[in-house]
């Protein structure tokens, strides 16, 4: 069955440094989504895109980061200067549709541990 | 806006008894609900959806949810927990007729099944 998947798995970077989470989606899918869920809290959608640029995004994305698909097949997020607080599993999702009733799916997700 | 809230952050059943989850929602339009299920160290998986067909959803592994617009839930259960089902389960809402492609998630439930 095909799967989203995200490398690597776990990332431990220090505060102001840009790290970049890969994800690669289901391959016939066409909407690709980012959600982070802090430590004890609930998940949290961060940006959606479709045809090579955002089309939707919350107040949570804000100039650190940005997402690119940079060929056919990765979706990156990149986070240009971390803070501790951007500490978090990272989530990728991909669907084939983009309406609300669409299901999503998710892979396995990266922890991100700033120090 | 739309929002989901499910009523217990933890939930213990012995193995063999039946599992009840619940979770409201709050959507201004015909919204589209599912569960998903974490295990530990796993992505998110799709247990079932409801996007304004039958009222009574079925999904995997036995689980199934009931849409009910008067009530605004949209309740899992399985009539007999297994060792397996142990896991954090997320109700999720998104916005069919406004065309939101994010999801909004629960803050989850965490379900410890005893032997």
């Known amino acids: 069955e095909p799967e989203v998947t995200q490398t690597p798995s776990h990332q431990v970077t220090q505060m102001g440094q840009e790290v970049i989470l890969r994800c690669v989606p289901i391959?016939?899918?066409?909407?690709f989504y980012w959600y982070r869920q802090i430590l004890g809290q609930k998940v949290e959608f961060l940006v959606s895109f479709y045809n090579n640029e955002i089309s939707e995004k919350s107040e949570i994305f804000d100039d650190q980061f940005s997402v690119e698909r940079p060929d056919g097949s990765n979706f990156t997020l990149k986070i240009r200067s971390t803070k501790l607080e951007d500490s978090a599993m990272y989530f990728c999702?991909?669907?084939?549709?983009?309406?609300?009733?669409?299901?999503?799916?998710f892979g396995p997700g990266t922890r991100l541990t700033v120090t | 806006a739309q929002s989901v809230t499910q009523l217990d952050s933890h939930v213990s059943v012995s193995e063999g008894t039946p599992v009840l989850l619940r979770c409201n929602y709050s959507?201004?339009?015909?919204?589209?609900l599912f569960w998903y299920v974490q295990h530990p160290n796993k992505g998110l998986q799709l247990l079932l959806k409801?996007?304004?067909?039958?009222?009574l959803v079925k999904g995997i592994n036995g689980f199934e949810a009931e849409f009910k617009k008067s009530e605004t839930s949209f309740h899992l259960t399985k009539p007999s927990a297994h060792m397996s089902d142990a896991a954090e389960y997320f109700c999720?809402?998104?916005?069919?007729?406004?065309?939101?492609?994010?999801?909004?998630f629960g803050t989850g439930t965490r379900l410890k099944v005893l032997a």
């Open positions: 959507s201004s339009y015909s919204p589209s």
């Open positions: 999702a991909s669907s084939l549709l983009g309406a609300g009733g669409s299901e999503q799916y």
């Open positions: 391959s016939n899918h066409l909407y």
């Open positions: 409801y996007t304004s067909a039958a009222t």
């Open positions: 999720v809402v998104s916005d069919l007729a406004s065309g939101t492609y994010k999801y909004i």
